[in-house]
């Protein structure tokens, strides 16, 4: 079974930046397709960036306008969203999830597994 832990979210001002980090445990995550989403307070969840495991897909990215950068490192077993210039309308709770099937994660949004989510708040 893998786990998933999110981890560096926290408050801050317009335009600054937050890592956040998704570790897991359980197996390793080389042989998964890793992404983020989130959810803000009435709204319901979307993707945020996506990275598949095998080739024949490019990394996605949903939101952002190219200020977020998602990255794995194996070697830790953690995933990465590096979010610069953030926006008020960024405020959300932070979701990693991992599924085998890149199809089902990047384009559904369904996923085997879940974290429980790190909030972000970013202030005016």
């Known amino acids: 079974q893998l786990q998933l832990v999110e981890s560096g979210g926290g408050l801050v001002h317009t335009g600054g930046s937050l890592r956040l980090s998704c570790t897991a445990s359980?197996?390793?995550?080389?042989?998964?397709?890793i992404g983020w989403f989130r959810q803000a307070p009435g709204k319901e969840r979307e993707g945020v960036s996506c990275?598949?495991?095998?080739?024949?897909?490019?990394n996605s990215q949903v939101v952002g306008e190219g200020r977020f950068t998602i990255s794995r490192d194996n070697a830790k077993n953690t995933v990465y969203l590096q979010m610069n210039s953030l926006k008020p309308e960024d405020t959300a709770v932070y979701y990693c999830?991992?599924?085998?099937?890149?199809?089902?994660?990047?384009?559904?949004?369904?996923?085997?597994?879940w974290g429980r989510g790190t909030q972000v708040t970013v202030s005016a």
């Open positions: 999830a991992a599924d085998e099937v890149a199809f089902r994660l990047c384009v559904l949004h369904e996923a085997a597994y």
């Open positions: 359980g197996r390793t995550l080389d042989t998964y397709t």
């Open positions: 990275m598949p495991m095998r080739d024949g897909f490019t």
